[in-house]
Structure formats: structure tokens, C-alpha cells
């Protein structure tokens, strides 16, 4: 047998038939950040170390407003986001959840719903 001097030939004496990977196709994402949620999701980090230097409403911490901020945000433009994740079989599991906790704490003669 005579020795083959490149691999093409070399496979093709010897048989060995060298399997490639398959590509793995990596979903796309559906939902994207836009520079907006971007912005807000860096002033909340960026604001947690001045939380308690930083007074804008008396009454009301500056996290409180950027989450609120952020709430609004996604009521207003993401309302399909919040839809899907509001249907989702895990989370519904914890409304049932929640929704015990409240009879259990109705039935209670000290009812105190700060806890739930």
C-alpha cells in the first residue's frame, strides 16, 4: 500500500470518514433591551450606593422611585412581556401560593398582612 501524502486521499484509503459537529443554532433573543431599559438599569445600580444620601421625596427612598420608574416603564411599553410572564405555569403556582397565605392569615385572630 502505498503512503498517501494528504488527508483527503489518506481518508479515502483508509475509510475513516471524519464527522464534523453539528451547528448549534442559538434562539434569538425576542425581547431586546433598547437604550432606555438600558439607562434605567444602570441608574438603579448606579444609585444603590447613594440610596441614603439621596432624599428626592420626603418619605419615598430614590430605589423606590427608579423601581417605580422601572414598573412603569414595563406597563407601558412591554405590556406583552409582562402578559407572558404573568401566564407562566411556575408563577401561577405562586398565586395559588399567595392566595392560601391570605385565607390562612384572614382566618387568624392577629391578622397582619405586612408578611406576605
Sequence with gaps: ???ATNRAVARRL???QRTRPVAV????Q???TNRVEQALILGTIAL???QSMISLIP???VMWLMFAAQAGYVLIKRRDCLTRVWNHPLLLSVYVFLC???VVEGFHPFSDYGEI
Design 1 to 3: 500500500m502505498a503512503f
Design 14 to 16: 483508509t475509510g475513516y
Design 25 to 28: 443554532r442559538t434562539a434569538e
Design 30 to 32: 425576542a425581547y431586546g
Design 48 to 50: 444603590v450606593p447613594l
Design 59 to 61: 418619605g419615598f427612598s
Design 100 to 102: 392560601i397565605g391570605y
